[in-house]
């Protein structure tokens, strides 16, 4: 019997690769430009949940965060971005594999209290008591851990679920302490709560499953983002120096393998050209000055490869 649901206006996706990055939220923008920088050319159209890669057989699919870890472990989706916090909440870490970490979307998942009341000073106090979260099995793992159960359904802390506005919780009397994403911590100042226990570290990672249907593909992605990570990462720093000092120079920035060294058209000195961790820069600099080298220059990398 012939389907008897065709949707027309779906685009054909079949060959392609199916690679899912969240809609919405935190991790949108930052997810848009790593895929400007790696050369992901596409054109959403408004309302359209999936994108043709013009320039490479894939399918972009935007789905909430929260799913992506989900879809990837179960196979319907190639290669994902999305948070460590939901990997493991959605408790897929065994069925997707982790290729990149990026750096991007870095939070801690953190209980907090009441800054006010005295006798909730650590995690330990809450046991027992009302816990909101929309992290309801990390929060069970944590707190049955605190208890000494092997079970994490079989703790006496009442975890209970919110889809947001966690913060709120303790304040309109729903609960005692909550668990939730924290960066700078101004919503939880703002909502008068401290933190008491860090349950993860997070960040967003770039996952595929364990049996992806495009390898190939696949690796070429990881490739090109480990390339625009590094470039991030690092700043090529160019100067002249003495050769008597070149021995003292390159300790001071040895690179990734090692420094590039080119003969200068004045007699006794080299220039050097090497790759140095942007955040490290400024003290390379005062060293390098201090040893003598003139005419440092500091560059910033567009794109690398290993
Ligand atoms: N304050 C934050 N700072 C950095 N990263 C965050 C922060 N909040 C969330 N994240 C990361 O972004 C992911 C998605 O969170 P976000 O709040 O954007 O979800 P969402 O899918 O838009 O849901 P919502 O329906 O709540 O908007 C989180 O799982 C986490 O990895
Ligand atoms: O420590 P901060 O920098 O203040 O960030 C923390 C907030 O960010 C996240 O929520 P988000 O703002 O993404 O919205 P949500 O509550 O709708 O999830 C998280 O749930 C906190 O509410």
Known sequence: ??????????????????????????LYDQCLGLLNSIGIEFNRKPRHDIALVSNMPIALVFLPAADIAAYVAKGNIDLGITG?????????????????????????????APA????????????????????INLTKQRFAQLEGVDDPEKIKTQVRFVSG??????????????????????????AGLHAIDTILDTESVLITNQHPRFPKLAQVIQQR?????????????????????LE??????????????????????????VMVEKKLIGDKMDALTELGATDILVLDIANARA
């Open 1 to 26: 019997m012939a389907n008897a649901y065709i949707n027309t206006s779906l685009p054909d996706t079949a060959d392609r690769m199916l690679f899912a990055v969240p809609k919405k939220g935190r």
């Open 248 to 273: 003292s120079a390159c300790l001071i920035t040895p690179g990734r393998k090692a420094p590039t060294v080119t003969s200068l058209e004045q007699e006794g000195w080299v220039a050097v050209s």
């Open 116 to 135: 006010a009341n005295q006798t909730l000073k650590s995690a330990e106090d809450l046991v027992g008591k009302r816990i909101v979260t929309s992290f």
């Open 84 to 112: 460590l916090d939901i990997i493991r909440e959605s408790q897929t870490e065994n069925d997707v594999a982790e290729l990149i970490r990026l750096g991007f979307g870095k939070c801690k998942l953190q209980v907090q």
């Open 165 to 190: 506005s966690v913060e709120a919780a303790c304040g309109l009397g729903l609960a005692d302490g909550i668990v939730d994403l924290v960066e700078s911590g101004d919503t939880m100042r703002a």
């Open 225 to 245: 983002v480990e390339g625009i990570l590094t470039a991030r990462k690092f700043v090529l720093c160019q100067y002249n120096i003495a050769r008597s000092s």
